[in-house]
């Protein structure tokens, strides 16, 4: 789908609307949907609907790779710490060979298969993480991925249930999220 290109009055609003968002984790954050990087602004609070996704359906997924979650939330793994996961508790990734300053993905096609992007359409629902940290990138076909301090964010296909981790440390590239978009494991 191709969108319309941001005028100038929308980037005025978009300005007025960061200038006046109030502080706050734990509120969905509402994404510009033309503004690639742009850090969300914040919105009323109300429930998981709000991201198109029914509470517990199965994600939404885009043929060249990528799904729609619930929600990104802070959560507590006994091995780990702090780390991301997504509305239905599965763990969420950063790979190495992508960038955070500027915000850059790497992975596409068979990658984006094996490790789905979190994509949005204009809204990101968070928990227990600063919104701040929380942003957004264009991919080549056209969906806006989440990130997280700038690190582009992914699920990886082989964690078979909420909670597993099988996708820490592979190939010594992809690394759990913490809720700052470092490394999960302290490294960075």
């Given at each position: 789908m191709r969108r319309p290109p941001v005028s100038l009055a929308a980037a005025v609003g978009l300005s007025a609307v960061l200038a006046l968002s109030a502080c706050g984790n734990d509120a969905p954050a509402q994404l510009p949907a033309s503004a690639?990087?742009?850090p969300p602004t914040s919105a009323a609070p109300s429930d998981q609907q709000q991201t198109g996704q029914q509470p517990g359906a199965a994600p939404e997924t885009n043929p060249n790779g990528g799904y729609w979650p619930a929600s990104i939330n802070a959560a507590e793994n006994k091995k780990l710490g702090t780390i991301v996961t997504d509305g239905d508790g599965f763990t969420l990734y950063r790979f190495d060979k992508d960038s955070n300053?500027?915000?850059?993905?790497?992975?596409?096609?068979a990658c984006a298969q094996k490790w789905p992007p979190v994509l949005t359409r204009n809204k990101i629902v968070f928990n227990g993480i600063d919104r701040n940290a929380l942003g957004t990138i264009q991919r080549s076909d056209g969906?806006?991925?989440?990130?997280?301090?700038g690190w582009p964010v992914y699920r990886f296909a082989d964690d078979?249930?909420?909670?597993?981790?099988?996708?820490?440390?592979?190939?010594?590239?992809?690394?759990?999220?913490?809720?700052?978009?470092?490394k999960a494991n302290g490294d960075d």
């Open positions: 690639p990087a742009a300053h500027p915000s850059r993905t790497t992975c596409f096609d969906t806006y991925q989440v990130t997280l301090g078979a249930k909420p909670g597993d981790i099988s996708g820490e440390a592979v190939q010594g590239t992809w690394f759990t999220l913490a809720p700052s978009g470092k």
